[in-house]
């Protein structure tokens, strides 16, 4: 099987479903195979209390559009010790715990039950979440950063690198990790002069860093105690870094099972399908339909979590964008782009400002 351009859309799209999560949003990994019939993609994952659990639950296209949301289905959450609930139903196909009727608990195992309206039923295998995870140092540096053009020439871009520096516990037990990012930054629409003084409030722009690739680690054959990465994320210089810029890295610590298939996600990511390459298959989730005759796609996740933040702030980036939304007086009301005038038409953005914004530094 060879990974057509759409299918590797499709991917990209995944990667940053991924990314969004830890801003509140779902994770969805989906893998499109050569079938006739849609397939009902399952993702999802229970974090340390008191993190909610998460379930997104799709249908894939035939036309190899992105998949479509799968309302009205009836999502169970079970753990080892004999404790369940059944999540509530948030709309566009996504299913939230209450965060406390079945905790997260390092150590115990998870699994979840889906029923749609049509009576198909599907179930995960038991998912085991880590004790232990690493301990995350984050620094960045801005350097340029070559790339090539489709013409063949060299370009060098102003960047942003995050390195990590991880400390490993002193345990017998494996390590299987996975790092995602976001980014937060501030958009000031144009302050147009006014009798009042007034001044427009801010939007709050959130966004996923990184999420082309997926970052894996494992300690299994790894010598020593620390693991170091320095060009962890990048992210491009632009006129977004006139204001304060905050960071957030998640550390995902996950069981070898759950490892191994976003593992088999990154070969099938990263596979362009030249004719040199083995055919990539695919990823094998851990979700099972009752009918043998039915095939679903996705993983329900484990996950022991932490994050780490940093900021950046203009004074501390080379930058020699301007501000499109600079107000002057010579400039005429219909040369403002959309955004100078109305900020919330900026992609993800919010008038809501995140709740470590401030604390940040």
Known sequence: MKLTKMKLRQFTYSLFALA??????????FLIEDKTEPQIVITGNVRQAPGKAVVNVNQTSTTGGIPVPVRGACVMLFDNEGNSEELEDEGDGLYLSSGTIVPGVPGNAYHIEVQLVTGNTYRSVPDTMPSYKMED???????????????????????????????????????????VADEVYQFLPTDFPDPFGSIPPPCYVTQPVGA??????????????VYNDPTLFSRPVDDSFLTKHIFSVYQLSMSEQSYTYMNDIKVLTENQGSLFDQPPGLALGNIIPDDP???????????????????????????????PCEYNASRP?????????????????????????????
């Not at 969004?20 to 990994?29: K, M, N, P, S, V």
């Not at 082309?212 to 010598?223: D, G, Y």
């Open 333 to 361: 009301f219909g040369d403002y782009p959309q955004q100078c005038l109305q900020c919330l038409t900026v992609p993800n953005s919010s008038y809501t400002r995140p709740s470590y914004w401030l604390t940040t530094n």
């Open 293 to 323: 005759n039915e095939s679903a796609q996705g993983f329900f996740q484990a996950l022991l979590t932490d994050t780490t933040r940093f900021a950046v702030f203009p004074d501390q980036v080379r930058n020699e964008f301007r501000d």
């Open 212 to 225: 082309q690739t997926i970052e894996l680690f494992t300690t299994i054959s790894f010598q020593g105690n």
């Open 137 to 179: 140092e984050l620094s960045w540096r801005q350097d340029l950063e070559t790339s090539t053009s489709d013409l063949g020439i060299d370009i060098q871009t102003e960047t942003l690198f995050t390195e990590i520096t991880s400390s490993i516990p002193s345990t017998d037990e494996e390590l299987f990790i996975q790092w």
């Open 20 to 29: 969004l999560l830890f801003a509140g949003c779902e994770d969805e990994f």
